[in-house]
């Protein structure tokens, strides 16, 4: 009697590989993948000299053409496409016009494929064969089984190292994108659990990723509970179509809550601890602090909302029933905002990762004391190197010069305007030897600081910054502000 031989059952491939085989489409399984000069995703049409056929890559000209224009000292280019020969073929050009993974073995390469497939159906970044070639000499060198088994920092240093790649360069761009696509898959996120993390990356999301916000944090609320029902609360404001950014501002208004309560009331260890008096302390705390008038009402009017919805969907079972804030508690805007800014607008305005933006010290500085003190923006930027006096009661009050009116004003100072002034001046300090004689130098043929910013000058830097913190209205068109209206963003 002899047992039946049964062939040995194949091992199941590993989990990875098993994905990737499923996941990448038979186009991207090819061990050399070609592009097509016609088709617009990969390629940029073909080579602009006459005659040749190849894809164009760099300022149009196929990768020979291309070397050869370089060694030719650069001619101008629209001679050169007229006068150049084509390439006489020399035997098969396989790596020409395609990207070439022969090199890998299956898992690898099928790594480096997905990659080619995610940014063939992003169509925002094009490949250029050279960043998949410098990539797959990487990793051919390596001898590893796949892109995970080290850290992504680990690659970047060795691309450096081996001189395959510069820092910055769109070579490195390409392996973190490998390597990013490549850890979801095998973690299998999709949109469920992006949710579950604690920052929302608003491309994993689905959603638009052309404007900021590109990232929702909830990372800083340090109360696990309320750092729930805050991303419930969020997800169900944007299933209800909520923007992004209306979302995102939502997200850091309670984060001031979360920060309130780990200051102040350390020992509220779930919902059922904030009771009304916490409220009411949160309330004159919000009052108090450093945020602009405007900040602090838009904080109040969103906690006050995400209460109410806790309430209602159950997300906080355990919230007290008088935990409410009232309206007519939340302290009014100093002062009336004029219709044609929208505090949807004035929010992202006032917002400090935004003011961060702002391209230098001096400008941002400014900025804040126009929307703290409402100075026309002409008559801020005029401002002395030392505008600042205490007045009788010792609370610091600016004095200034308005224009309009031809008169010298004072007006007491917020501490927020307070210590941007005092900022500027210490970066002054620093920069120049002697302290200016104004407040806001210009930054360009003045190497003394004689000659205050003009308002020229701000009103350009507040377009450019509008444009691109993408300054919008709640509908998501891009919105305007000019440098006047900021001085009716006026805080306590
Ligand atoms: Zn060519």
């Known amino acids: 009697m002899t047992a039946a031989v049964h062939p040995l059952p194949l091992p199941d491939p590993p989990p990875l590989l098993a994905k990737l085989i499923e996941t990448v489409r038979p186009e991207f399984q090819q061990r050399l993948i070609r592009i097509d000069p016609d088709n617009p995703v990969f390629a940029r049409g073909r080579c602009a000299v006459e005659g040749c056929e190849r894809g164009g890559w760099s300022k149009q000209l196929c990768d020979s053409h291309y070397n050869r224009w370089r060694l030719a000292d650069r001619p101008p280019l629209d001679d050169y496409y007229a006068t150049t020969g084509p390439i ?18 299956l898992q690898l390469r099928l790594e480096v494929a997905y990659s080619i497939q995610r940014r063939h159906d992003e ?21 590893a089984a796949s892109l995970l088994d080290r850290p992504v920092d680990d690659w970047v240093a060795e691309a450096l190292v081996t001189g395959r790649a510069r820092t910055g360069s769109r070579t490195i761009g390409q392996l973190r994108y490998a390597y ?11 949109a469920e659990s992006e949710f579950a993390r604690d920052v929302w990356r608003v491309a994993m999301l689905g959603l638009d990723t052309t404007r900021p916000p590109r990232t929702i944090s909830f990372a800083e609320i340090s109360q696990p509970w309320l750092r729930a029902a805050a991303k419930r609360h969020a997800r169900f404001r944007l299933a209800s179509g909520k923007a992004l950014s209306t979302v995102d501002i939502e997200a850091r208004s309670i984060r001031y809550f979360s920060d309130f309560l780990a200051e102040q009331h350390p020992d509220v260890a779930d919902e059922a601890g904030l009771d009304r008096p916490i409220i009411e302390h949160y309330i004159s705390w919000m009052a108090t602090n450093a945020l602009g008038g405007y900040q602090t009402n838009t904080s ?7 209460l109410e919805a806790c309430r209602r969907h159950r997300w906080l079972p355990g919230l ?12 009014r805007r100093p002062r009336p905002l004029p219709r044609f800014v929208d505090e949807f607008v004035m929010g992202q305005l006032e917002d400090p990762d935004n003011l961060a933006r702002l391209p230098d010290a001096t400008t941002r500085h400014l900025v804040i004391v126009i929307m703290e003190t409402g100075l026309r923006a002409f008559d801020a930027c005029a401002l002395p190197f030392n505008p600042v006096i205490d007045d009788s009661v010792g609370w610091p009050c600016l004095r200034y010069f308005n224009h309009k009116m031809a008169a010298e004003q004072m007006i007491p100072l917020s501490a927020v305007a307070a210590q941007a002034i005092r900022d500027q ?9 002697v302290p200016p004689p104004v407040l806001f130098p210009a930054e360009n043929a003045n190497p003394d600081g004689i000659r205050s910013i003009s308002y020229g000058t701000l009103r350009e830097r507040l377009s450019r910054w509008e444009r691109d913190i993408g300054l919008h209205d709640e509908t998501g068109r891009p919105v305007v502000v000019t440098a006047d209206q900021f001085r009716h963003i006026l805080s306590a």
């Open 180 to 190: 990013q696509h490549l850890q979801d898959l095998a973690e299998g996120a999709d």
């Open 88 to 105: 006489a073929s020399r035997g098969p050009l396989e790596r020409t016009d395609a990207f070439d993974l022969r090199e890998l073995p």
């Open 425 to 433: 001046q210490a970066d002054l300090q620093v920069r120049l030897d």
């Open 320 to 331: 007290p029933t008088e935990t409410i804030i009232y309206i007519d508690e939340i302290p």
């Open 123 to 143: 169509r925002r970044v094009r490949l250029i064969p050279v960043m998949i070639h410098q990539l797959v000499a990487l990793l051919a060198a390596a001898q």
């Open 300 to 306: 109040l009017v969103v906690v006050r909302g995400f």
